[in-house]
């Protein structure tokens, strides 16, 4: 494989005077991407970010960036006998990202901490040190795509639509982008793994992480209570004509849109329940029937945006979950406040407050926002 295949990384310099720096989680893509940038030349230097207590994370499978990860990060490293450092932040990433997502929950909303672990951990934190290492780039292992515009780097989604990682990366600012490269952006998942097993690697067959981080065996609701002791309280749970229909043990144990675990059918048709919204004031939870979910207009504000001035309102596709397709939109962004309302062609189901709205031009980012918690009104 030459540097040419590796997805343009359109450097000025040969390999051999490049230096870049390989974000390693010790995970397989992280590790391939170190691989196939030793292969081609590149004088590479790992780093890999500890992100919190060593103990959660050995008892937690399928997590990245503590404990067993780092260990695998460090066995890649010397294999390809490229310096590599670890570097202590789990002070930063529990007040930017940990804490964020507790408080998040408790205003009702679906927070996405791995957005704002990209934003205001892995690539602020890394990019500065990259730079004080003289680094020319800083790679990842991410599968989504910098392509080279008129108007500089722009962000696409990855040929692997399975795996495109772009709707975690629309926060990425354009002087960040202009220094990142992601030489997997045009591979699938096997791919990678037969780089891996190619480079005889120790995390060929890794499996890849699940859920978040930081919450062991996926309960969020046990990681609020941690953080934030005596902030769950328990309310109604009262259905979308005013009904109350039983009672909660507090609002955290419930998203936009969930089914399960409500064990209540319709008070009226015995059709399932679906929560509508949260109202953390009251702290109630307001259920209804599937078409109660219905929504075609939104607001979103903190708009990121990665491509030039458009006419407003803009004609675009969104994404509002990350793993719903892209639906066709129009989107009006006051460039001012950073603020903008969506209205898409067709109605859509579980429109979150706490998630993201990602902006696309076919495989092109536009940009994104965070999607607002409306106002209950009864």
């Not at 890394?126 to 991410?142: F, P, Q, R, V, Y």
């Not at 080279?148 to 002087?175: I, M, V």
């Not at 309102?313 to 397709?325: A, D, E, L, M, W």
Request: proline share 5%.
């Amino acid at each position: 494989m030459t540097p040419l295949d590796l997805n343009n990384l359109g450097f000025k310099k040969a390999p051999q005077e490049t230096r870049v720096v390989v974000a390693m989680s010790g995970g397989v893509d992280s590790s391939v991407t170190a691989a196939l940038m030793v292969e081609a030349g590149f004088d590479v230097v790992g780093i890999t970010l500890q992100l919190y207590d060593h103990g959660m994370a050995l008892q937690k499978k399928g997590a990245c960036c503590a404990g067993q990860d780092i260990y695998d990060a460090a066995q890649v490293a010397e294999k390809l006998n490229f310096p590599h450092y670890v570097l202590d932040y789990e002070s930063i990433f529990k007040q930017s990202v940990i804490d964020g997502f507790a408080d998040g929950y408790l205003r009702g909303e679906t927070p996405i901490p791995c957005i704002q672990c990209n934003q205001k951990v892995k690539f602020k934190d890394l990019l500065k040190a990259s730079k004080d290492l003289n680094a020319e780039a800083l790679i990842t292992g991410h599968y989504v795509q910098r392509v080279k515009g008129p108007n500089g780097a722009e962000l696409h989604r990855s040929n692997d639509k399975s795996k495109d990682q772009s709707y975690f990366l629309f926060a990425t600012r354009q002087d960040e982008l202009d220094y990142l490269r992601f030489p997997l952006g045009h591979m699938d998942k096997a791919e990678t793994r037969r780089h891996g097993q190619r480079f005889d690697l120790n995390v060929a067959d890794k499996p890849d992480s699940q859920d978040i981080c930081f919450v062991p065996n996926g309960s969020y609701a046990q990681v609020v209570q941690k953080l934030r002791p005596g902030a769950i309280e328990p309310g109604p749970i009262v259905h979308v004509d005013g009904t109350i229909l039983g009672q909660h043990k507090g609002i955290i144990h419930y998203t936009i849109g969930q089914r399960r675990g409500l064990a209540l059918g319709d008070h009226n048709s015995g059709d399932p329940l679906y929560v509508i919204r949260l109202d953390p004031k009251k702290h109630r939870v307001i259920v209804g029937p599937k078409e109660a979910l219905a929504q075609k207009e939104f607001a979103v504000h903190d708009i990121n945006w990665l491509s030039e001035k458009m006419n407003d309102p803009i004609s675009c596709q969104v994404k509002v979950r990350s793993t719903h397709n892209p639906i066709e939109a129009s989107v009006h962004v006051d460039f001012q406040t950073l603020s903008g309302k969506v209205t898409l062609t067709e109605n859509t189901y579980g429109i979150a407050p706490g998630q993201a709205c990602v902006f696309y031009d076919g495989d092109r980012v536009l940009g994104g926002g965070w999607i607002t918690r409306e106002e209950i009104c009864d």
